[in-house]
């Protein structure tokens, strides 16, 4: 029976069909059961309500409480709310099937213990103080005997004087939310509960939309928000962070508020229905669902490296790039800076000019130790100050063969110093593969099979790159930076060909990142061999063979040519799409003279491909050409569909690939800037014509940090494996923790590798702790065989290691979804 009113105390306005129960249905004993007191007092009188077998044989059942506190005709949406949720108990598999019994008597709550026969309770009312004291007091009886509860919109402004009842339902409206329906888009960012999997990720509907007095994310699990671009917020809003669904596991029970559902139409939208049924299977007990993913408190940020000991790099070099083995172990490198204590040598007329110490450690969590396992002699160790000074290269990156648990082999990305060359100030960079000692932890430095070398020039800073990562076919990524100076052209596009070091440029990208036949700016792709030799893959950008009519030249070891400097990538081997981050230049507004601001970028990347740098950056915004023999003169725009290289300064093709627009870019002014343009496809790049495409963004000072792709593994053993709520969700972030990024964001398949925005964004600040006793410089982070994440952090210095430097492990500590199996609901007959 799906039964409607425990009185007719407040039923004026109803329409006929929803009478009262008559008194033979009370007698009949379907809302009989033992007594819920206010107050488990003795505790064994509550453990005996009846929730998950209710009485009388029947299956479980929801109650629908639409009592109000305000006198008059009832709302429509009462009506439209309970017809809505009485077709949801009666549709779907018989095992998820529910009874209904709506009533607006509050006395339900205290008479009886009659509560206690209902698997969730459902507040459909329009606000106000609706239960007095000892109702409430019932109600909060009935959650911590495991009850359940869902609250739909106004719910919200229910009990405004209660402080549980608030942490029941999470947060409170603002009292000047907007009162108009408006459209909005909504993004569903739980892909595995009940309640939001088999929505679209954006979700485009009207309704009535909150903003909140205290933004609940954190202290809830918000599995969906509203995106406030896409309506009329007013003066409240919450920003980019607007939750708008969420659960909890609370006070014993689970809680489930939507802020949707104000609008009589919404209960006949078949999304709106799938969302509610969701949230009644999981309060109901009827199925299981993770309500804690997101809850701050769930997480646990340990740090696992001590100080080093004074001049010593025991524990950590420089931070620069970390890799999980197989078995739990975390290797991670210092790039070559050595403590403060430690001489640092500028001048060329040395020949231990920038010598430094590239380290690699070995974290092992069996016994919570660190072995230095080796240093390579690197060109690294120069420190900071003026542009010609300072240095990026080093021991940039590090990789592990797919066969390491049986091989041991240790790939490194390095410059080594014995390679460099003083007086043209060149040297080489190479990739080669070395031997661990798996019991000892111990590299074999006289182990080295050299795969890839090449030039770099080191006359002047900057930008090595150095991240690596392997596909599931064997393919080994390998990022290189532009290797060219920041300066010399007002922040801008780099590409001044002017300044040279006897015949080699150092401040035109067009040399590196934008020359085909140059491996410095790139992303590159090779097939190692045993033998210590590679070949080419198919499907790189170039085959090594192309020549046009200027007789240029190709690499075919470029899958992805124009970056900047990409510290950072890594390659989801479940769909083998590469991600990759690098930083921008350095200009801190748009200029409509040269072009766009610095943009710091994330890109998807599904094929080979050419991402712009130094001709376009973002969404394929133009950078403006430079005159000779007067770089400070501007020429015309870059054309990004048809990109030329005419510099100087380029040995390749004149012709490159088009350009392909980038997942993420973002600027001191926001995320995504983006500009009208003219009719040659030209932003105006002024500073109040800009829209941010991405709100949740903003940089200042920035270093994009590329991060990891999660994969939740079922059959991880150990404890503080991260949830399986954030499985394919991509972590971007920064290397400074203020307003910049540090976010899970989904994207959508179907666009991101061609530069489709993401579509979902949450901040994970709250989970990796920031600010200077937390993890404050993130310099690298992957996930390990255990789900547990772990982070470098470089510390608080530049081109050297100081008492911050640390590796640490962030682990979820919340448990596994709720009910737990032995708890769930007997399912109807």
């Keep these: 029976m799906y039964l409607r009113g425990l009185s007719d105390t407040r039923t004026r306005g109803r329409r006929p069909w929803a009478a009262a129960v008559t008194a033979s249905v009370l007698a009949a004993g379907l809302l009989s059961g033992p007594a819920a007191h206010a107050r488990p007092a003795p505790e064994p009188t509550l453990t005996t309500m009846s929730i998950t077998s209710p009485p009388g044989g029947s299956g479980p059942r929801v109650l629908v409480f639409h009592g109000s506190a305000s006198a008059g005709e009832e709302s429509p949406l009462v009506n439209a709310g309970i017809e809505a949720i009485e077709r949801i108990g009666l549709s779907g598999p018989a095992a998820e099937r529910f009874e209904v019994v709506a009533t607006d008597d509050a006395s339900v709550f205290t008479d009886g213990g009659r509560l206690g026969g209902f698997n969730a309770v459902v507040f ?30 106004d719910a919200a402004r229910a009990e405004p004087y209660s402080d549980w009842f608030t942490g029941l339902i999470g947060a409170r409206p603002a009292a000047s939310s907007p009162t108009s329906v408006q459209r909005a888009t909504v993004e569903v960012g739980d892909r595995r509960h009940p309640a939001t999997k088999d929505l679209p990720v954006q979700w485009k509907r009207p309704d009535k939309w909150f903003n909140w007095v205290k933004n609940p994310s954190g202290a809830v699990h918000t599995v969906a928000r509203v995106r406030e671009s896409t309506y009329q917020p007013g003066a409240s809003a919450n920003g980019w962070d607007h939750p708008v669904s969420w659960c909890r596991d609370y006070d014993g029970g689970r809680s489930f ?54 001049g010593q790099n025991d524990q950590i070099g420089e931070p620069h790039g970390l890799v999980t083995a197989p078995d739990g172990r975390v290797l991670y490198i210092g790039r070559g800076g050595a403590d403060s204590s430690q001489p640092v040598v500028t001048d060329w007329n040395d020949p231990n000019i920038g010598k430094g110490k590239g380290e690699v450690h070995v974290y092992d969590p069996r016994t919570k130790q660190v072995t230095l396992a080796g240093a390579l002699t690197v060109f690294g160790n120069k420190g900071g100050g003026d542009e010609l000074i300072k240095v990026e290269e080093g021991l940039l990156g590090i990789e592990l063969d797919p066969g390491f648990q049986r091989n041991g082999w240790v790939y490194l990305h390095y410059t080594p110093h014995e390679r460099i060359n003083r007086d043209t100030r060149m040297a080489e960079r190479r990739v080669s593969r070395f031997t661990l000692d798996l ?31 392997w596909d599931s076919r064997g393919n080994l990524y390998i990022a290189t930076g532009d290797n060219n100076s920041s300066g010399f052209s007002a922040g801008y596009s780099g590409n001044n060909p002017q300044p040279a070091y006897k015949g080699v440029s150092f401040a035109d990208a067009r040399r590196t990142a934008g020359n085909t036949n140059n491996l410095n700016g790139k992303i590159l792709r090779i097939h190692p061999e045993p ?52 930083v921008g230049p350095d200009a801190s507004a748009p200029s409509t003279t040269w072009g766009p601001a610095k943009y710091d970028t994330f890109a998807v990347i599904t094929e080979a491909g050419n991402r712009g740098w130094p001709y376009c950056m973002g969404n394929k915004q133009p950078y403006r050409d430079r005159n000779l023999p007067d770089p400070s003169k501007p020429l015309g725009w ?21 350009v392909t627009g980038n997942t993420i870019w973002y600027s001191p002014q926001g995320g995504a800037p983006d ?59 920064d290397f400074y923790d203020a307003d910049q990024p540090r976010h899970a964001v989904l994207t959508d398949p179907r666009n991101h590798g061609s530069g489709g925005l993401p579509i979902h964004a949450e901040t994970l600040k709250r989970i990796i702790p920031v600010g200077n006793d937390g993890i404050k410089n993130l310099m690298d982070w992957k996930f390990g065989p255990d789900g547990a994440l772990y982070v470098l952090d470089y510390g608080r210095g530049f081109f050297t290691s100081d008492a911050k430097s640390a590796l640490w492990r962030v682990t979820y500590t919340g448990g596994g979804p709720t009910p737990s199996a032995d708890q769930l609901a007997r399912r109807a007959r």
């Excluded at 007789?551 to 970056?563: F, N």
């Design 124 to 153: 459909l009312t329009g606000g106000g103080d609706v239960l007095d004291p000892e109702q409430e007091a019932g109600l909060e009886a009935y959650m911590e005997a495991g009850g359940g509860f869902v609250g739909i919109h």
């Design 257 to 310: 508020y939507t802020g949707m559902g104000g609008t009589v139409s919404a209960y006949d939208e078949t999304d709106f229905r799938t969302h509610l049924r969701g949230a009644l299977l999981w309060t109901s007990r009827l199925t299981r669902a993770d309500c804690k993913a997101t809850i701050d408190a769930n997480y646990k940020a340990e740090r696992l490296t001590r100080p080093n000991q004074p």
């Design 439 to 469: 019991a000892t932890n111990k590299l074999d430095l006289g182990s080295e099979k050299v795969l890839l070398t090449w030039p770099v020039q080191i006359h002047s800073c900057c930008h090595a790159g150095g991240g690596m990562a």
């Design 531 to 582: 033998d210590g030799t590679y070949t080419l893959p198919a499907g790189n950008l170039f085959t090594g063979k192309e020549t046009d009519e200027g007789g240029g030249k190709t690499r075919g070891e470029i899958y992805v040519m124009g970056v900047r400097n990409p510290a950072r990538i890594f390659v989801d081997k479940k769909t083998d799409t590469l991600y990759a981050g690098w």
């Design 638 to 658: 870059y054309d990004c569909d048809h990109p030329k290289n005419e510099s100087p300064n380029n040995d390749g093709l004149v012709n490159l690939p088009p």
């Design 675 to 733: 500009f009208p343009r003219d009719a040659n496809g030209v932003p105006s790049y002024k500073t109040e014509d800009a829209t941010y495409l991405l709100p949740w963004l903003k940089g200042g000072g920035q270093a994009a940090m590329n991060g990891p792709v999660y994969r939740y593994d079922p059959a991880a053993t150990g404890s503080g494996q991260w949830p399986a709520y954030w499985d394919g969700k991509w972590f971007v972030g």
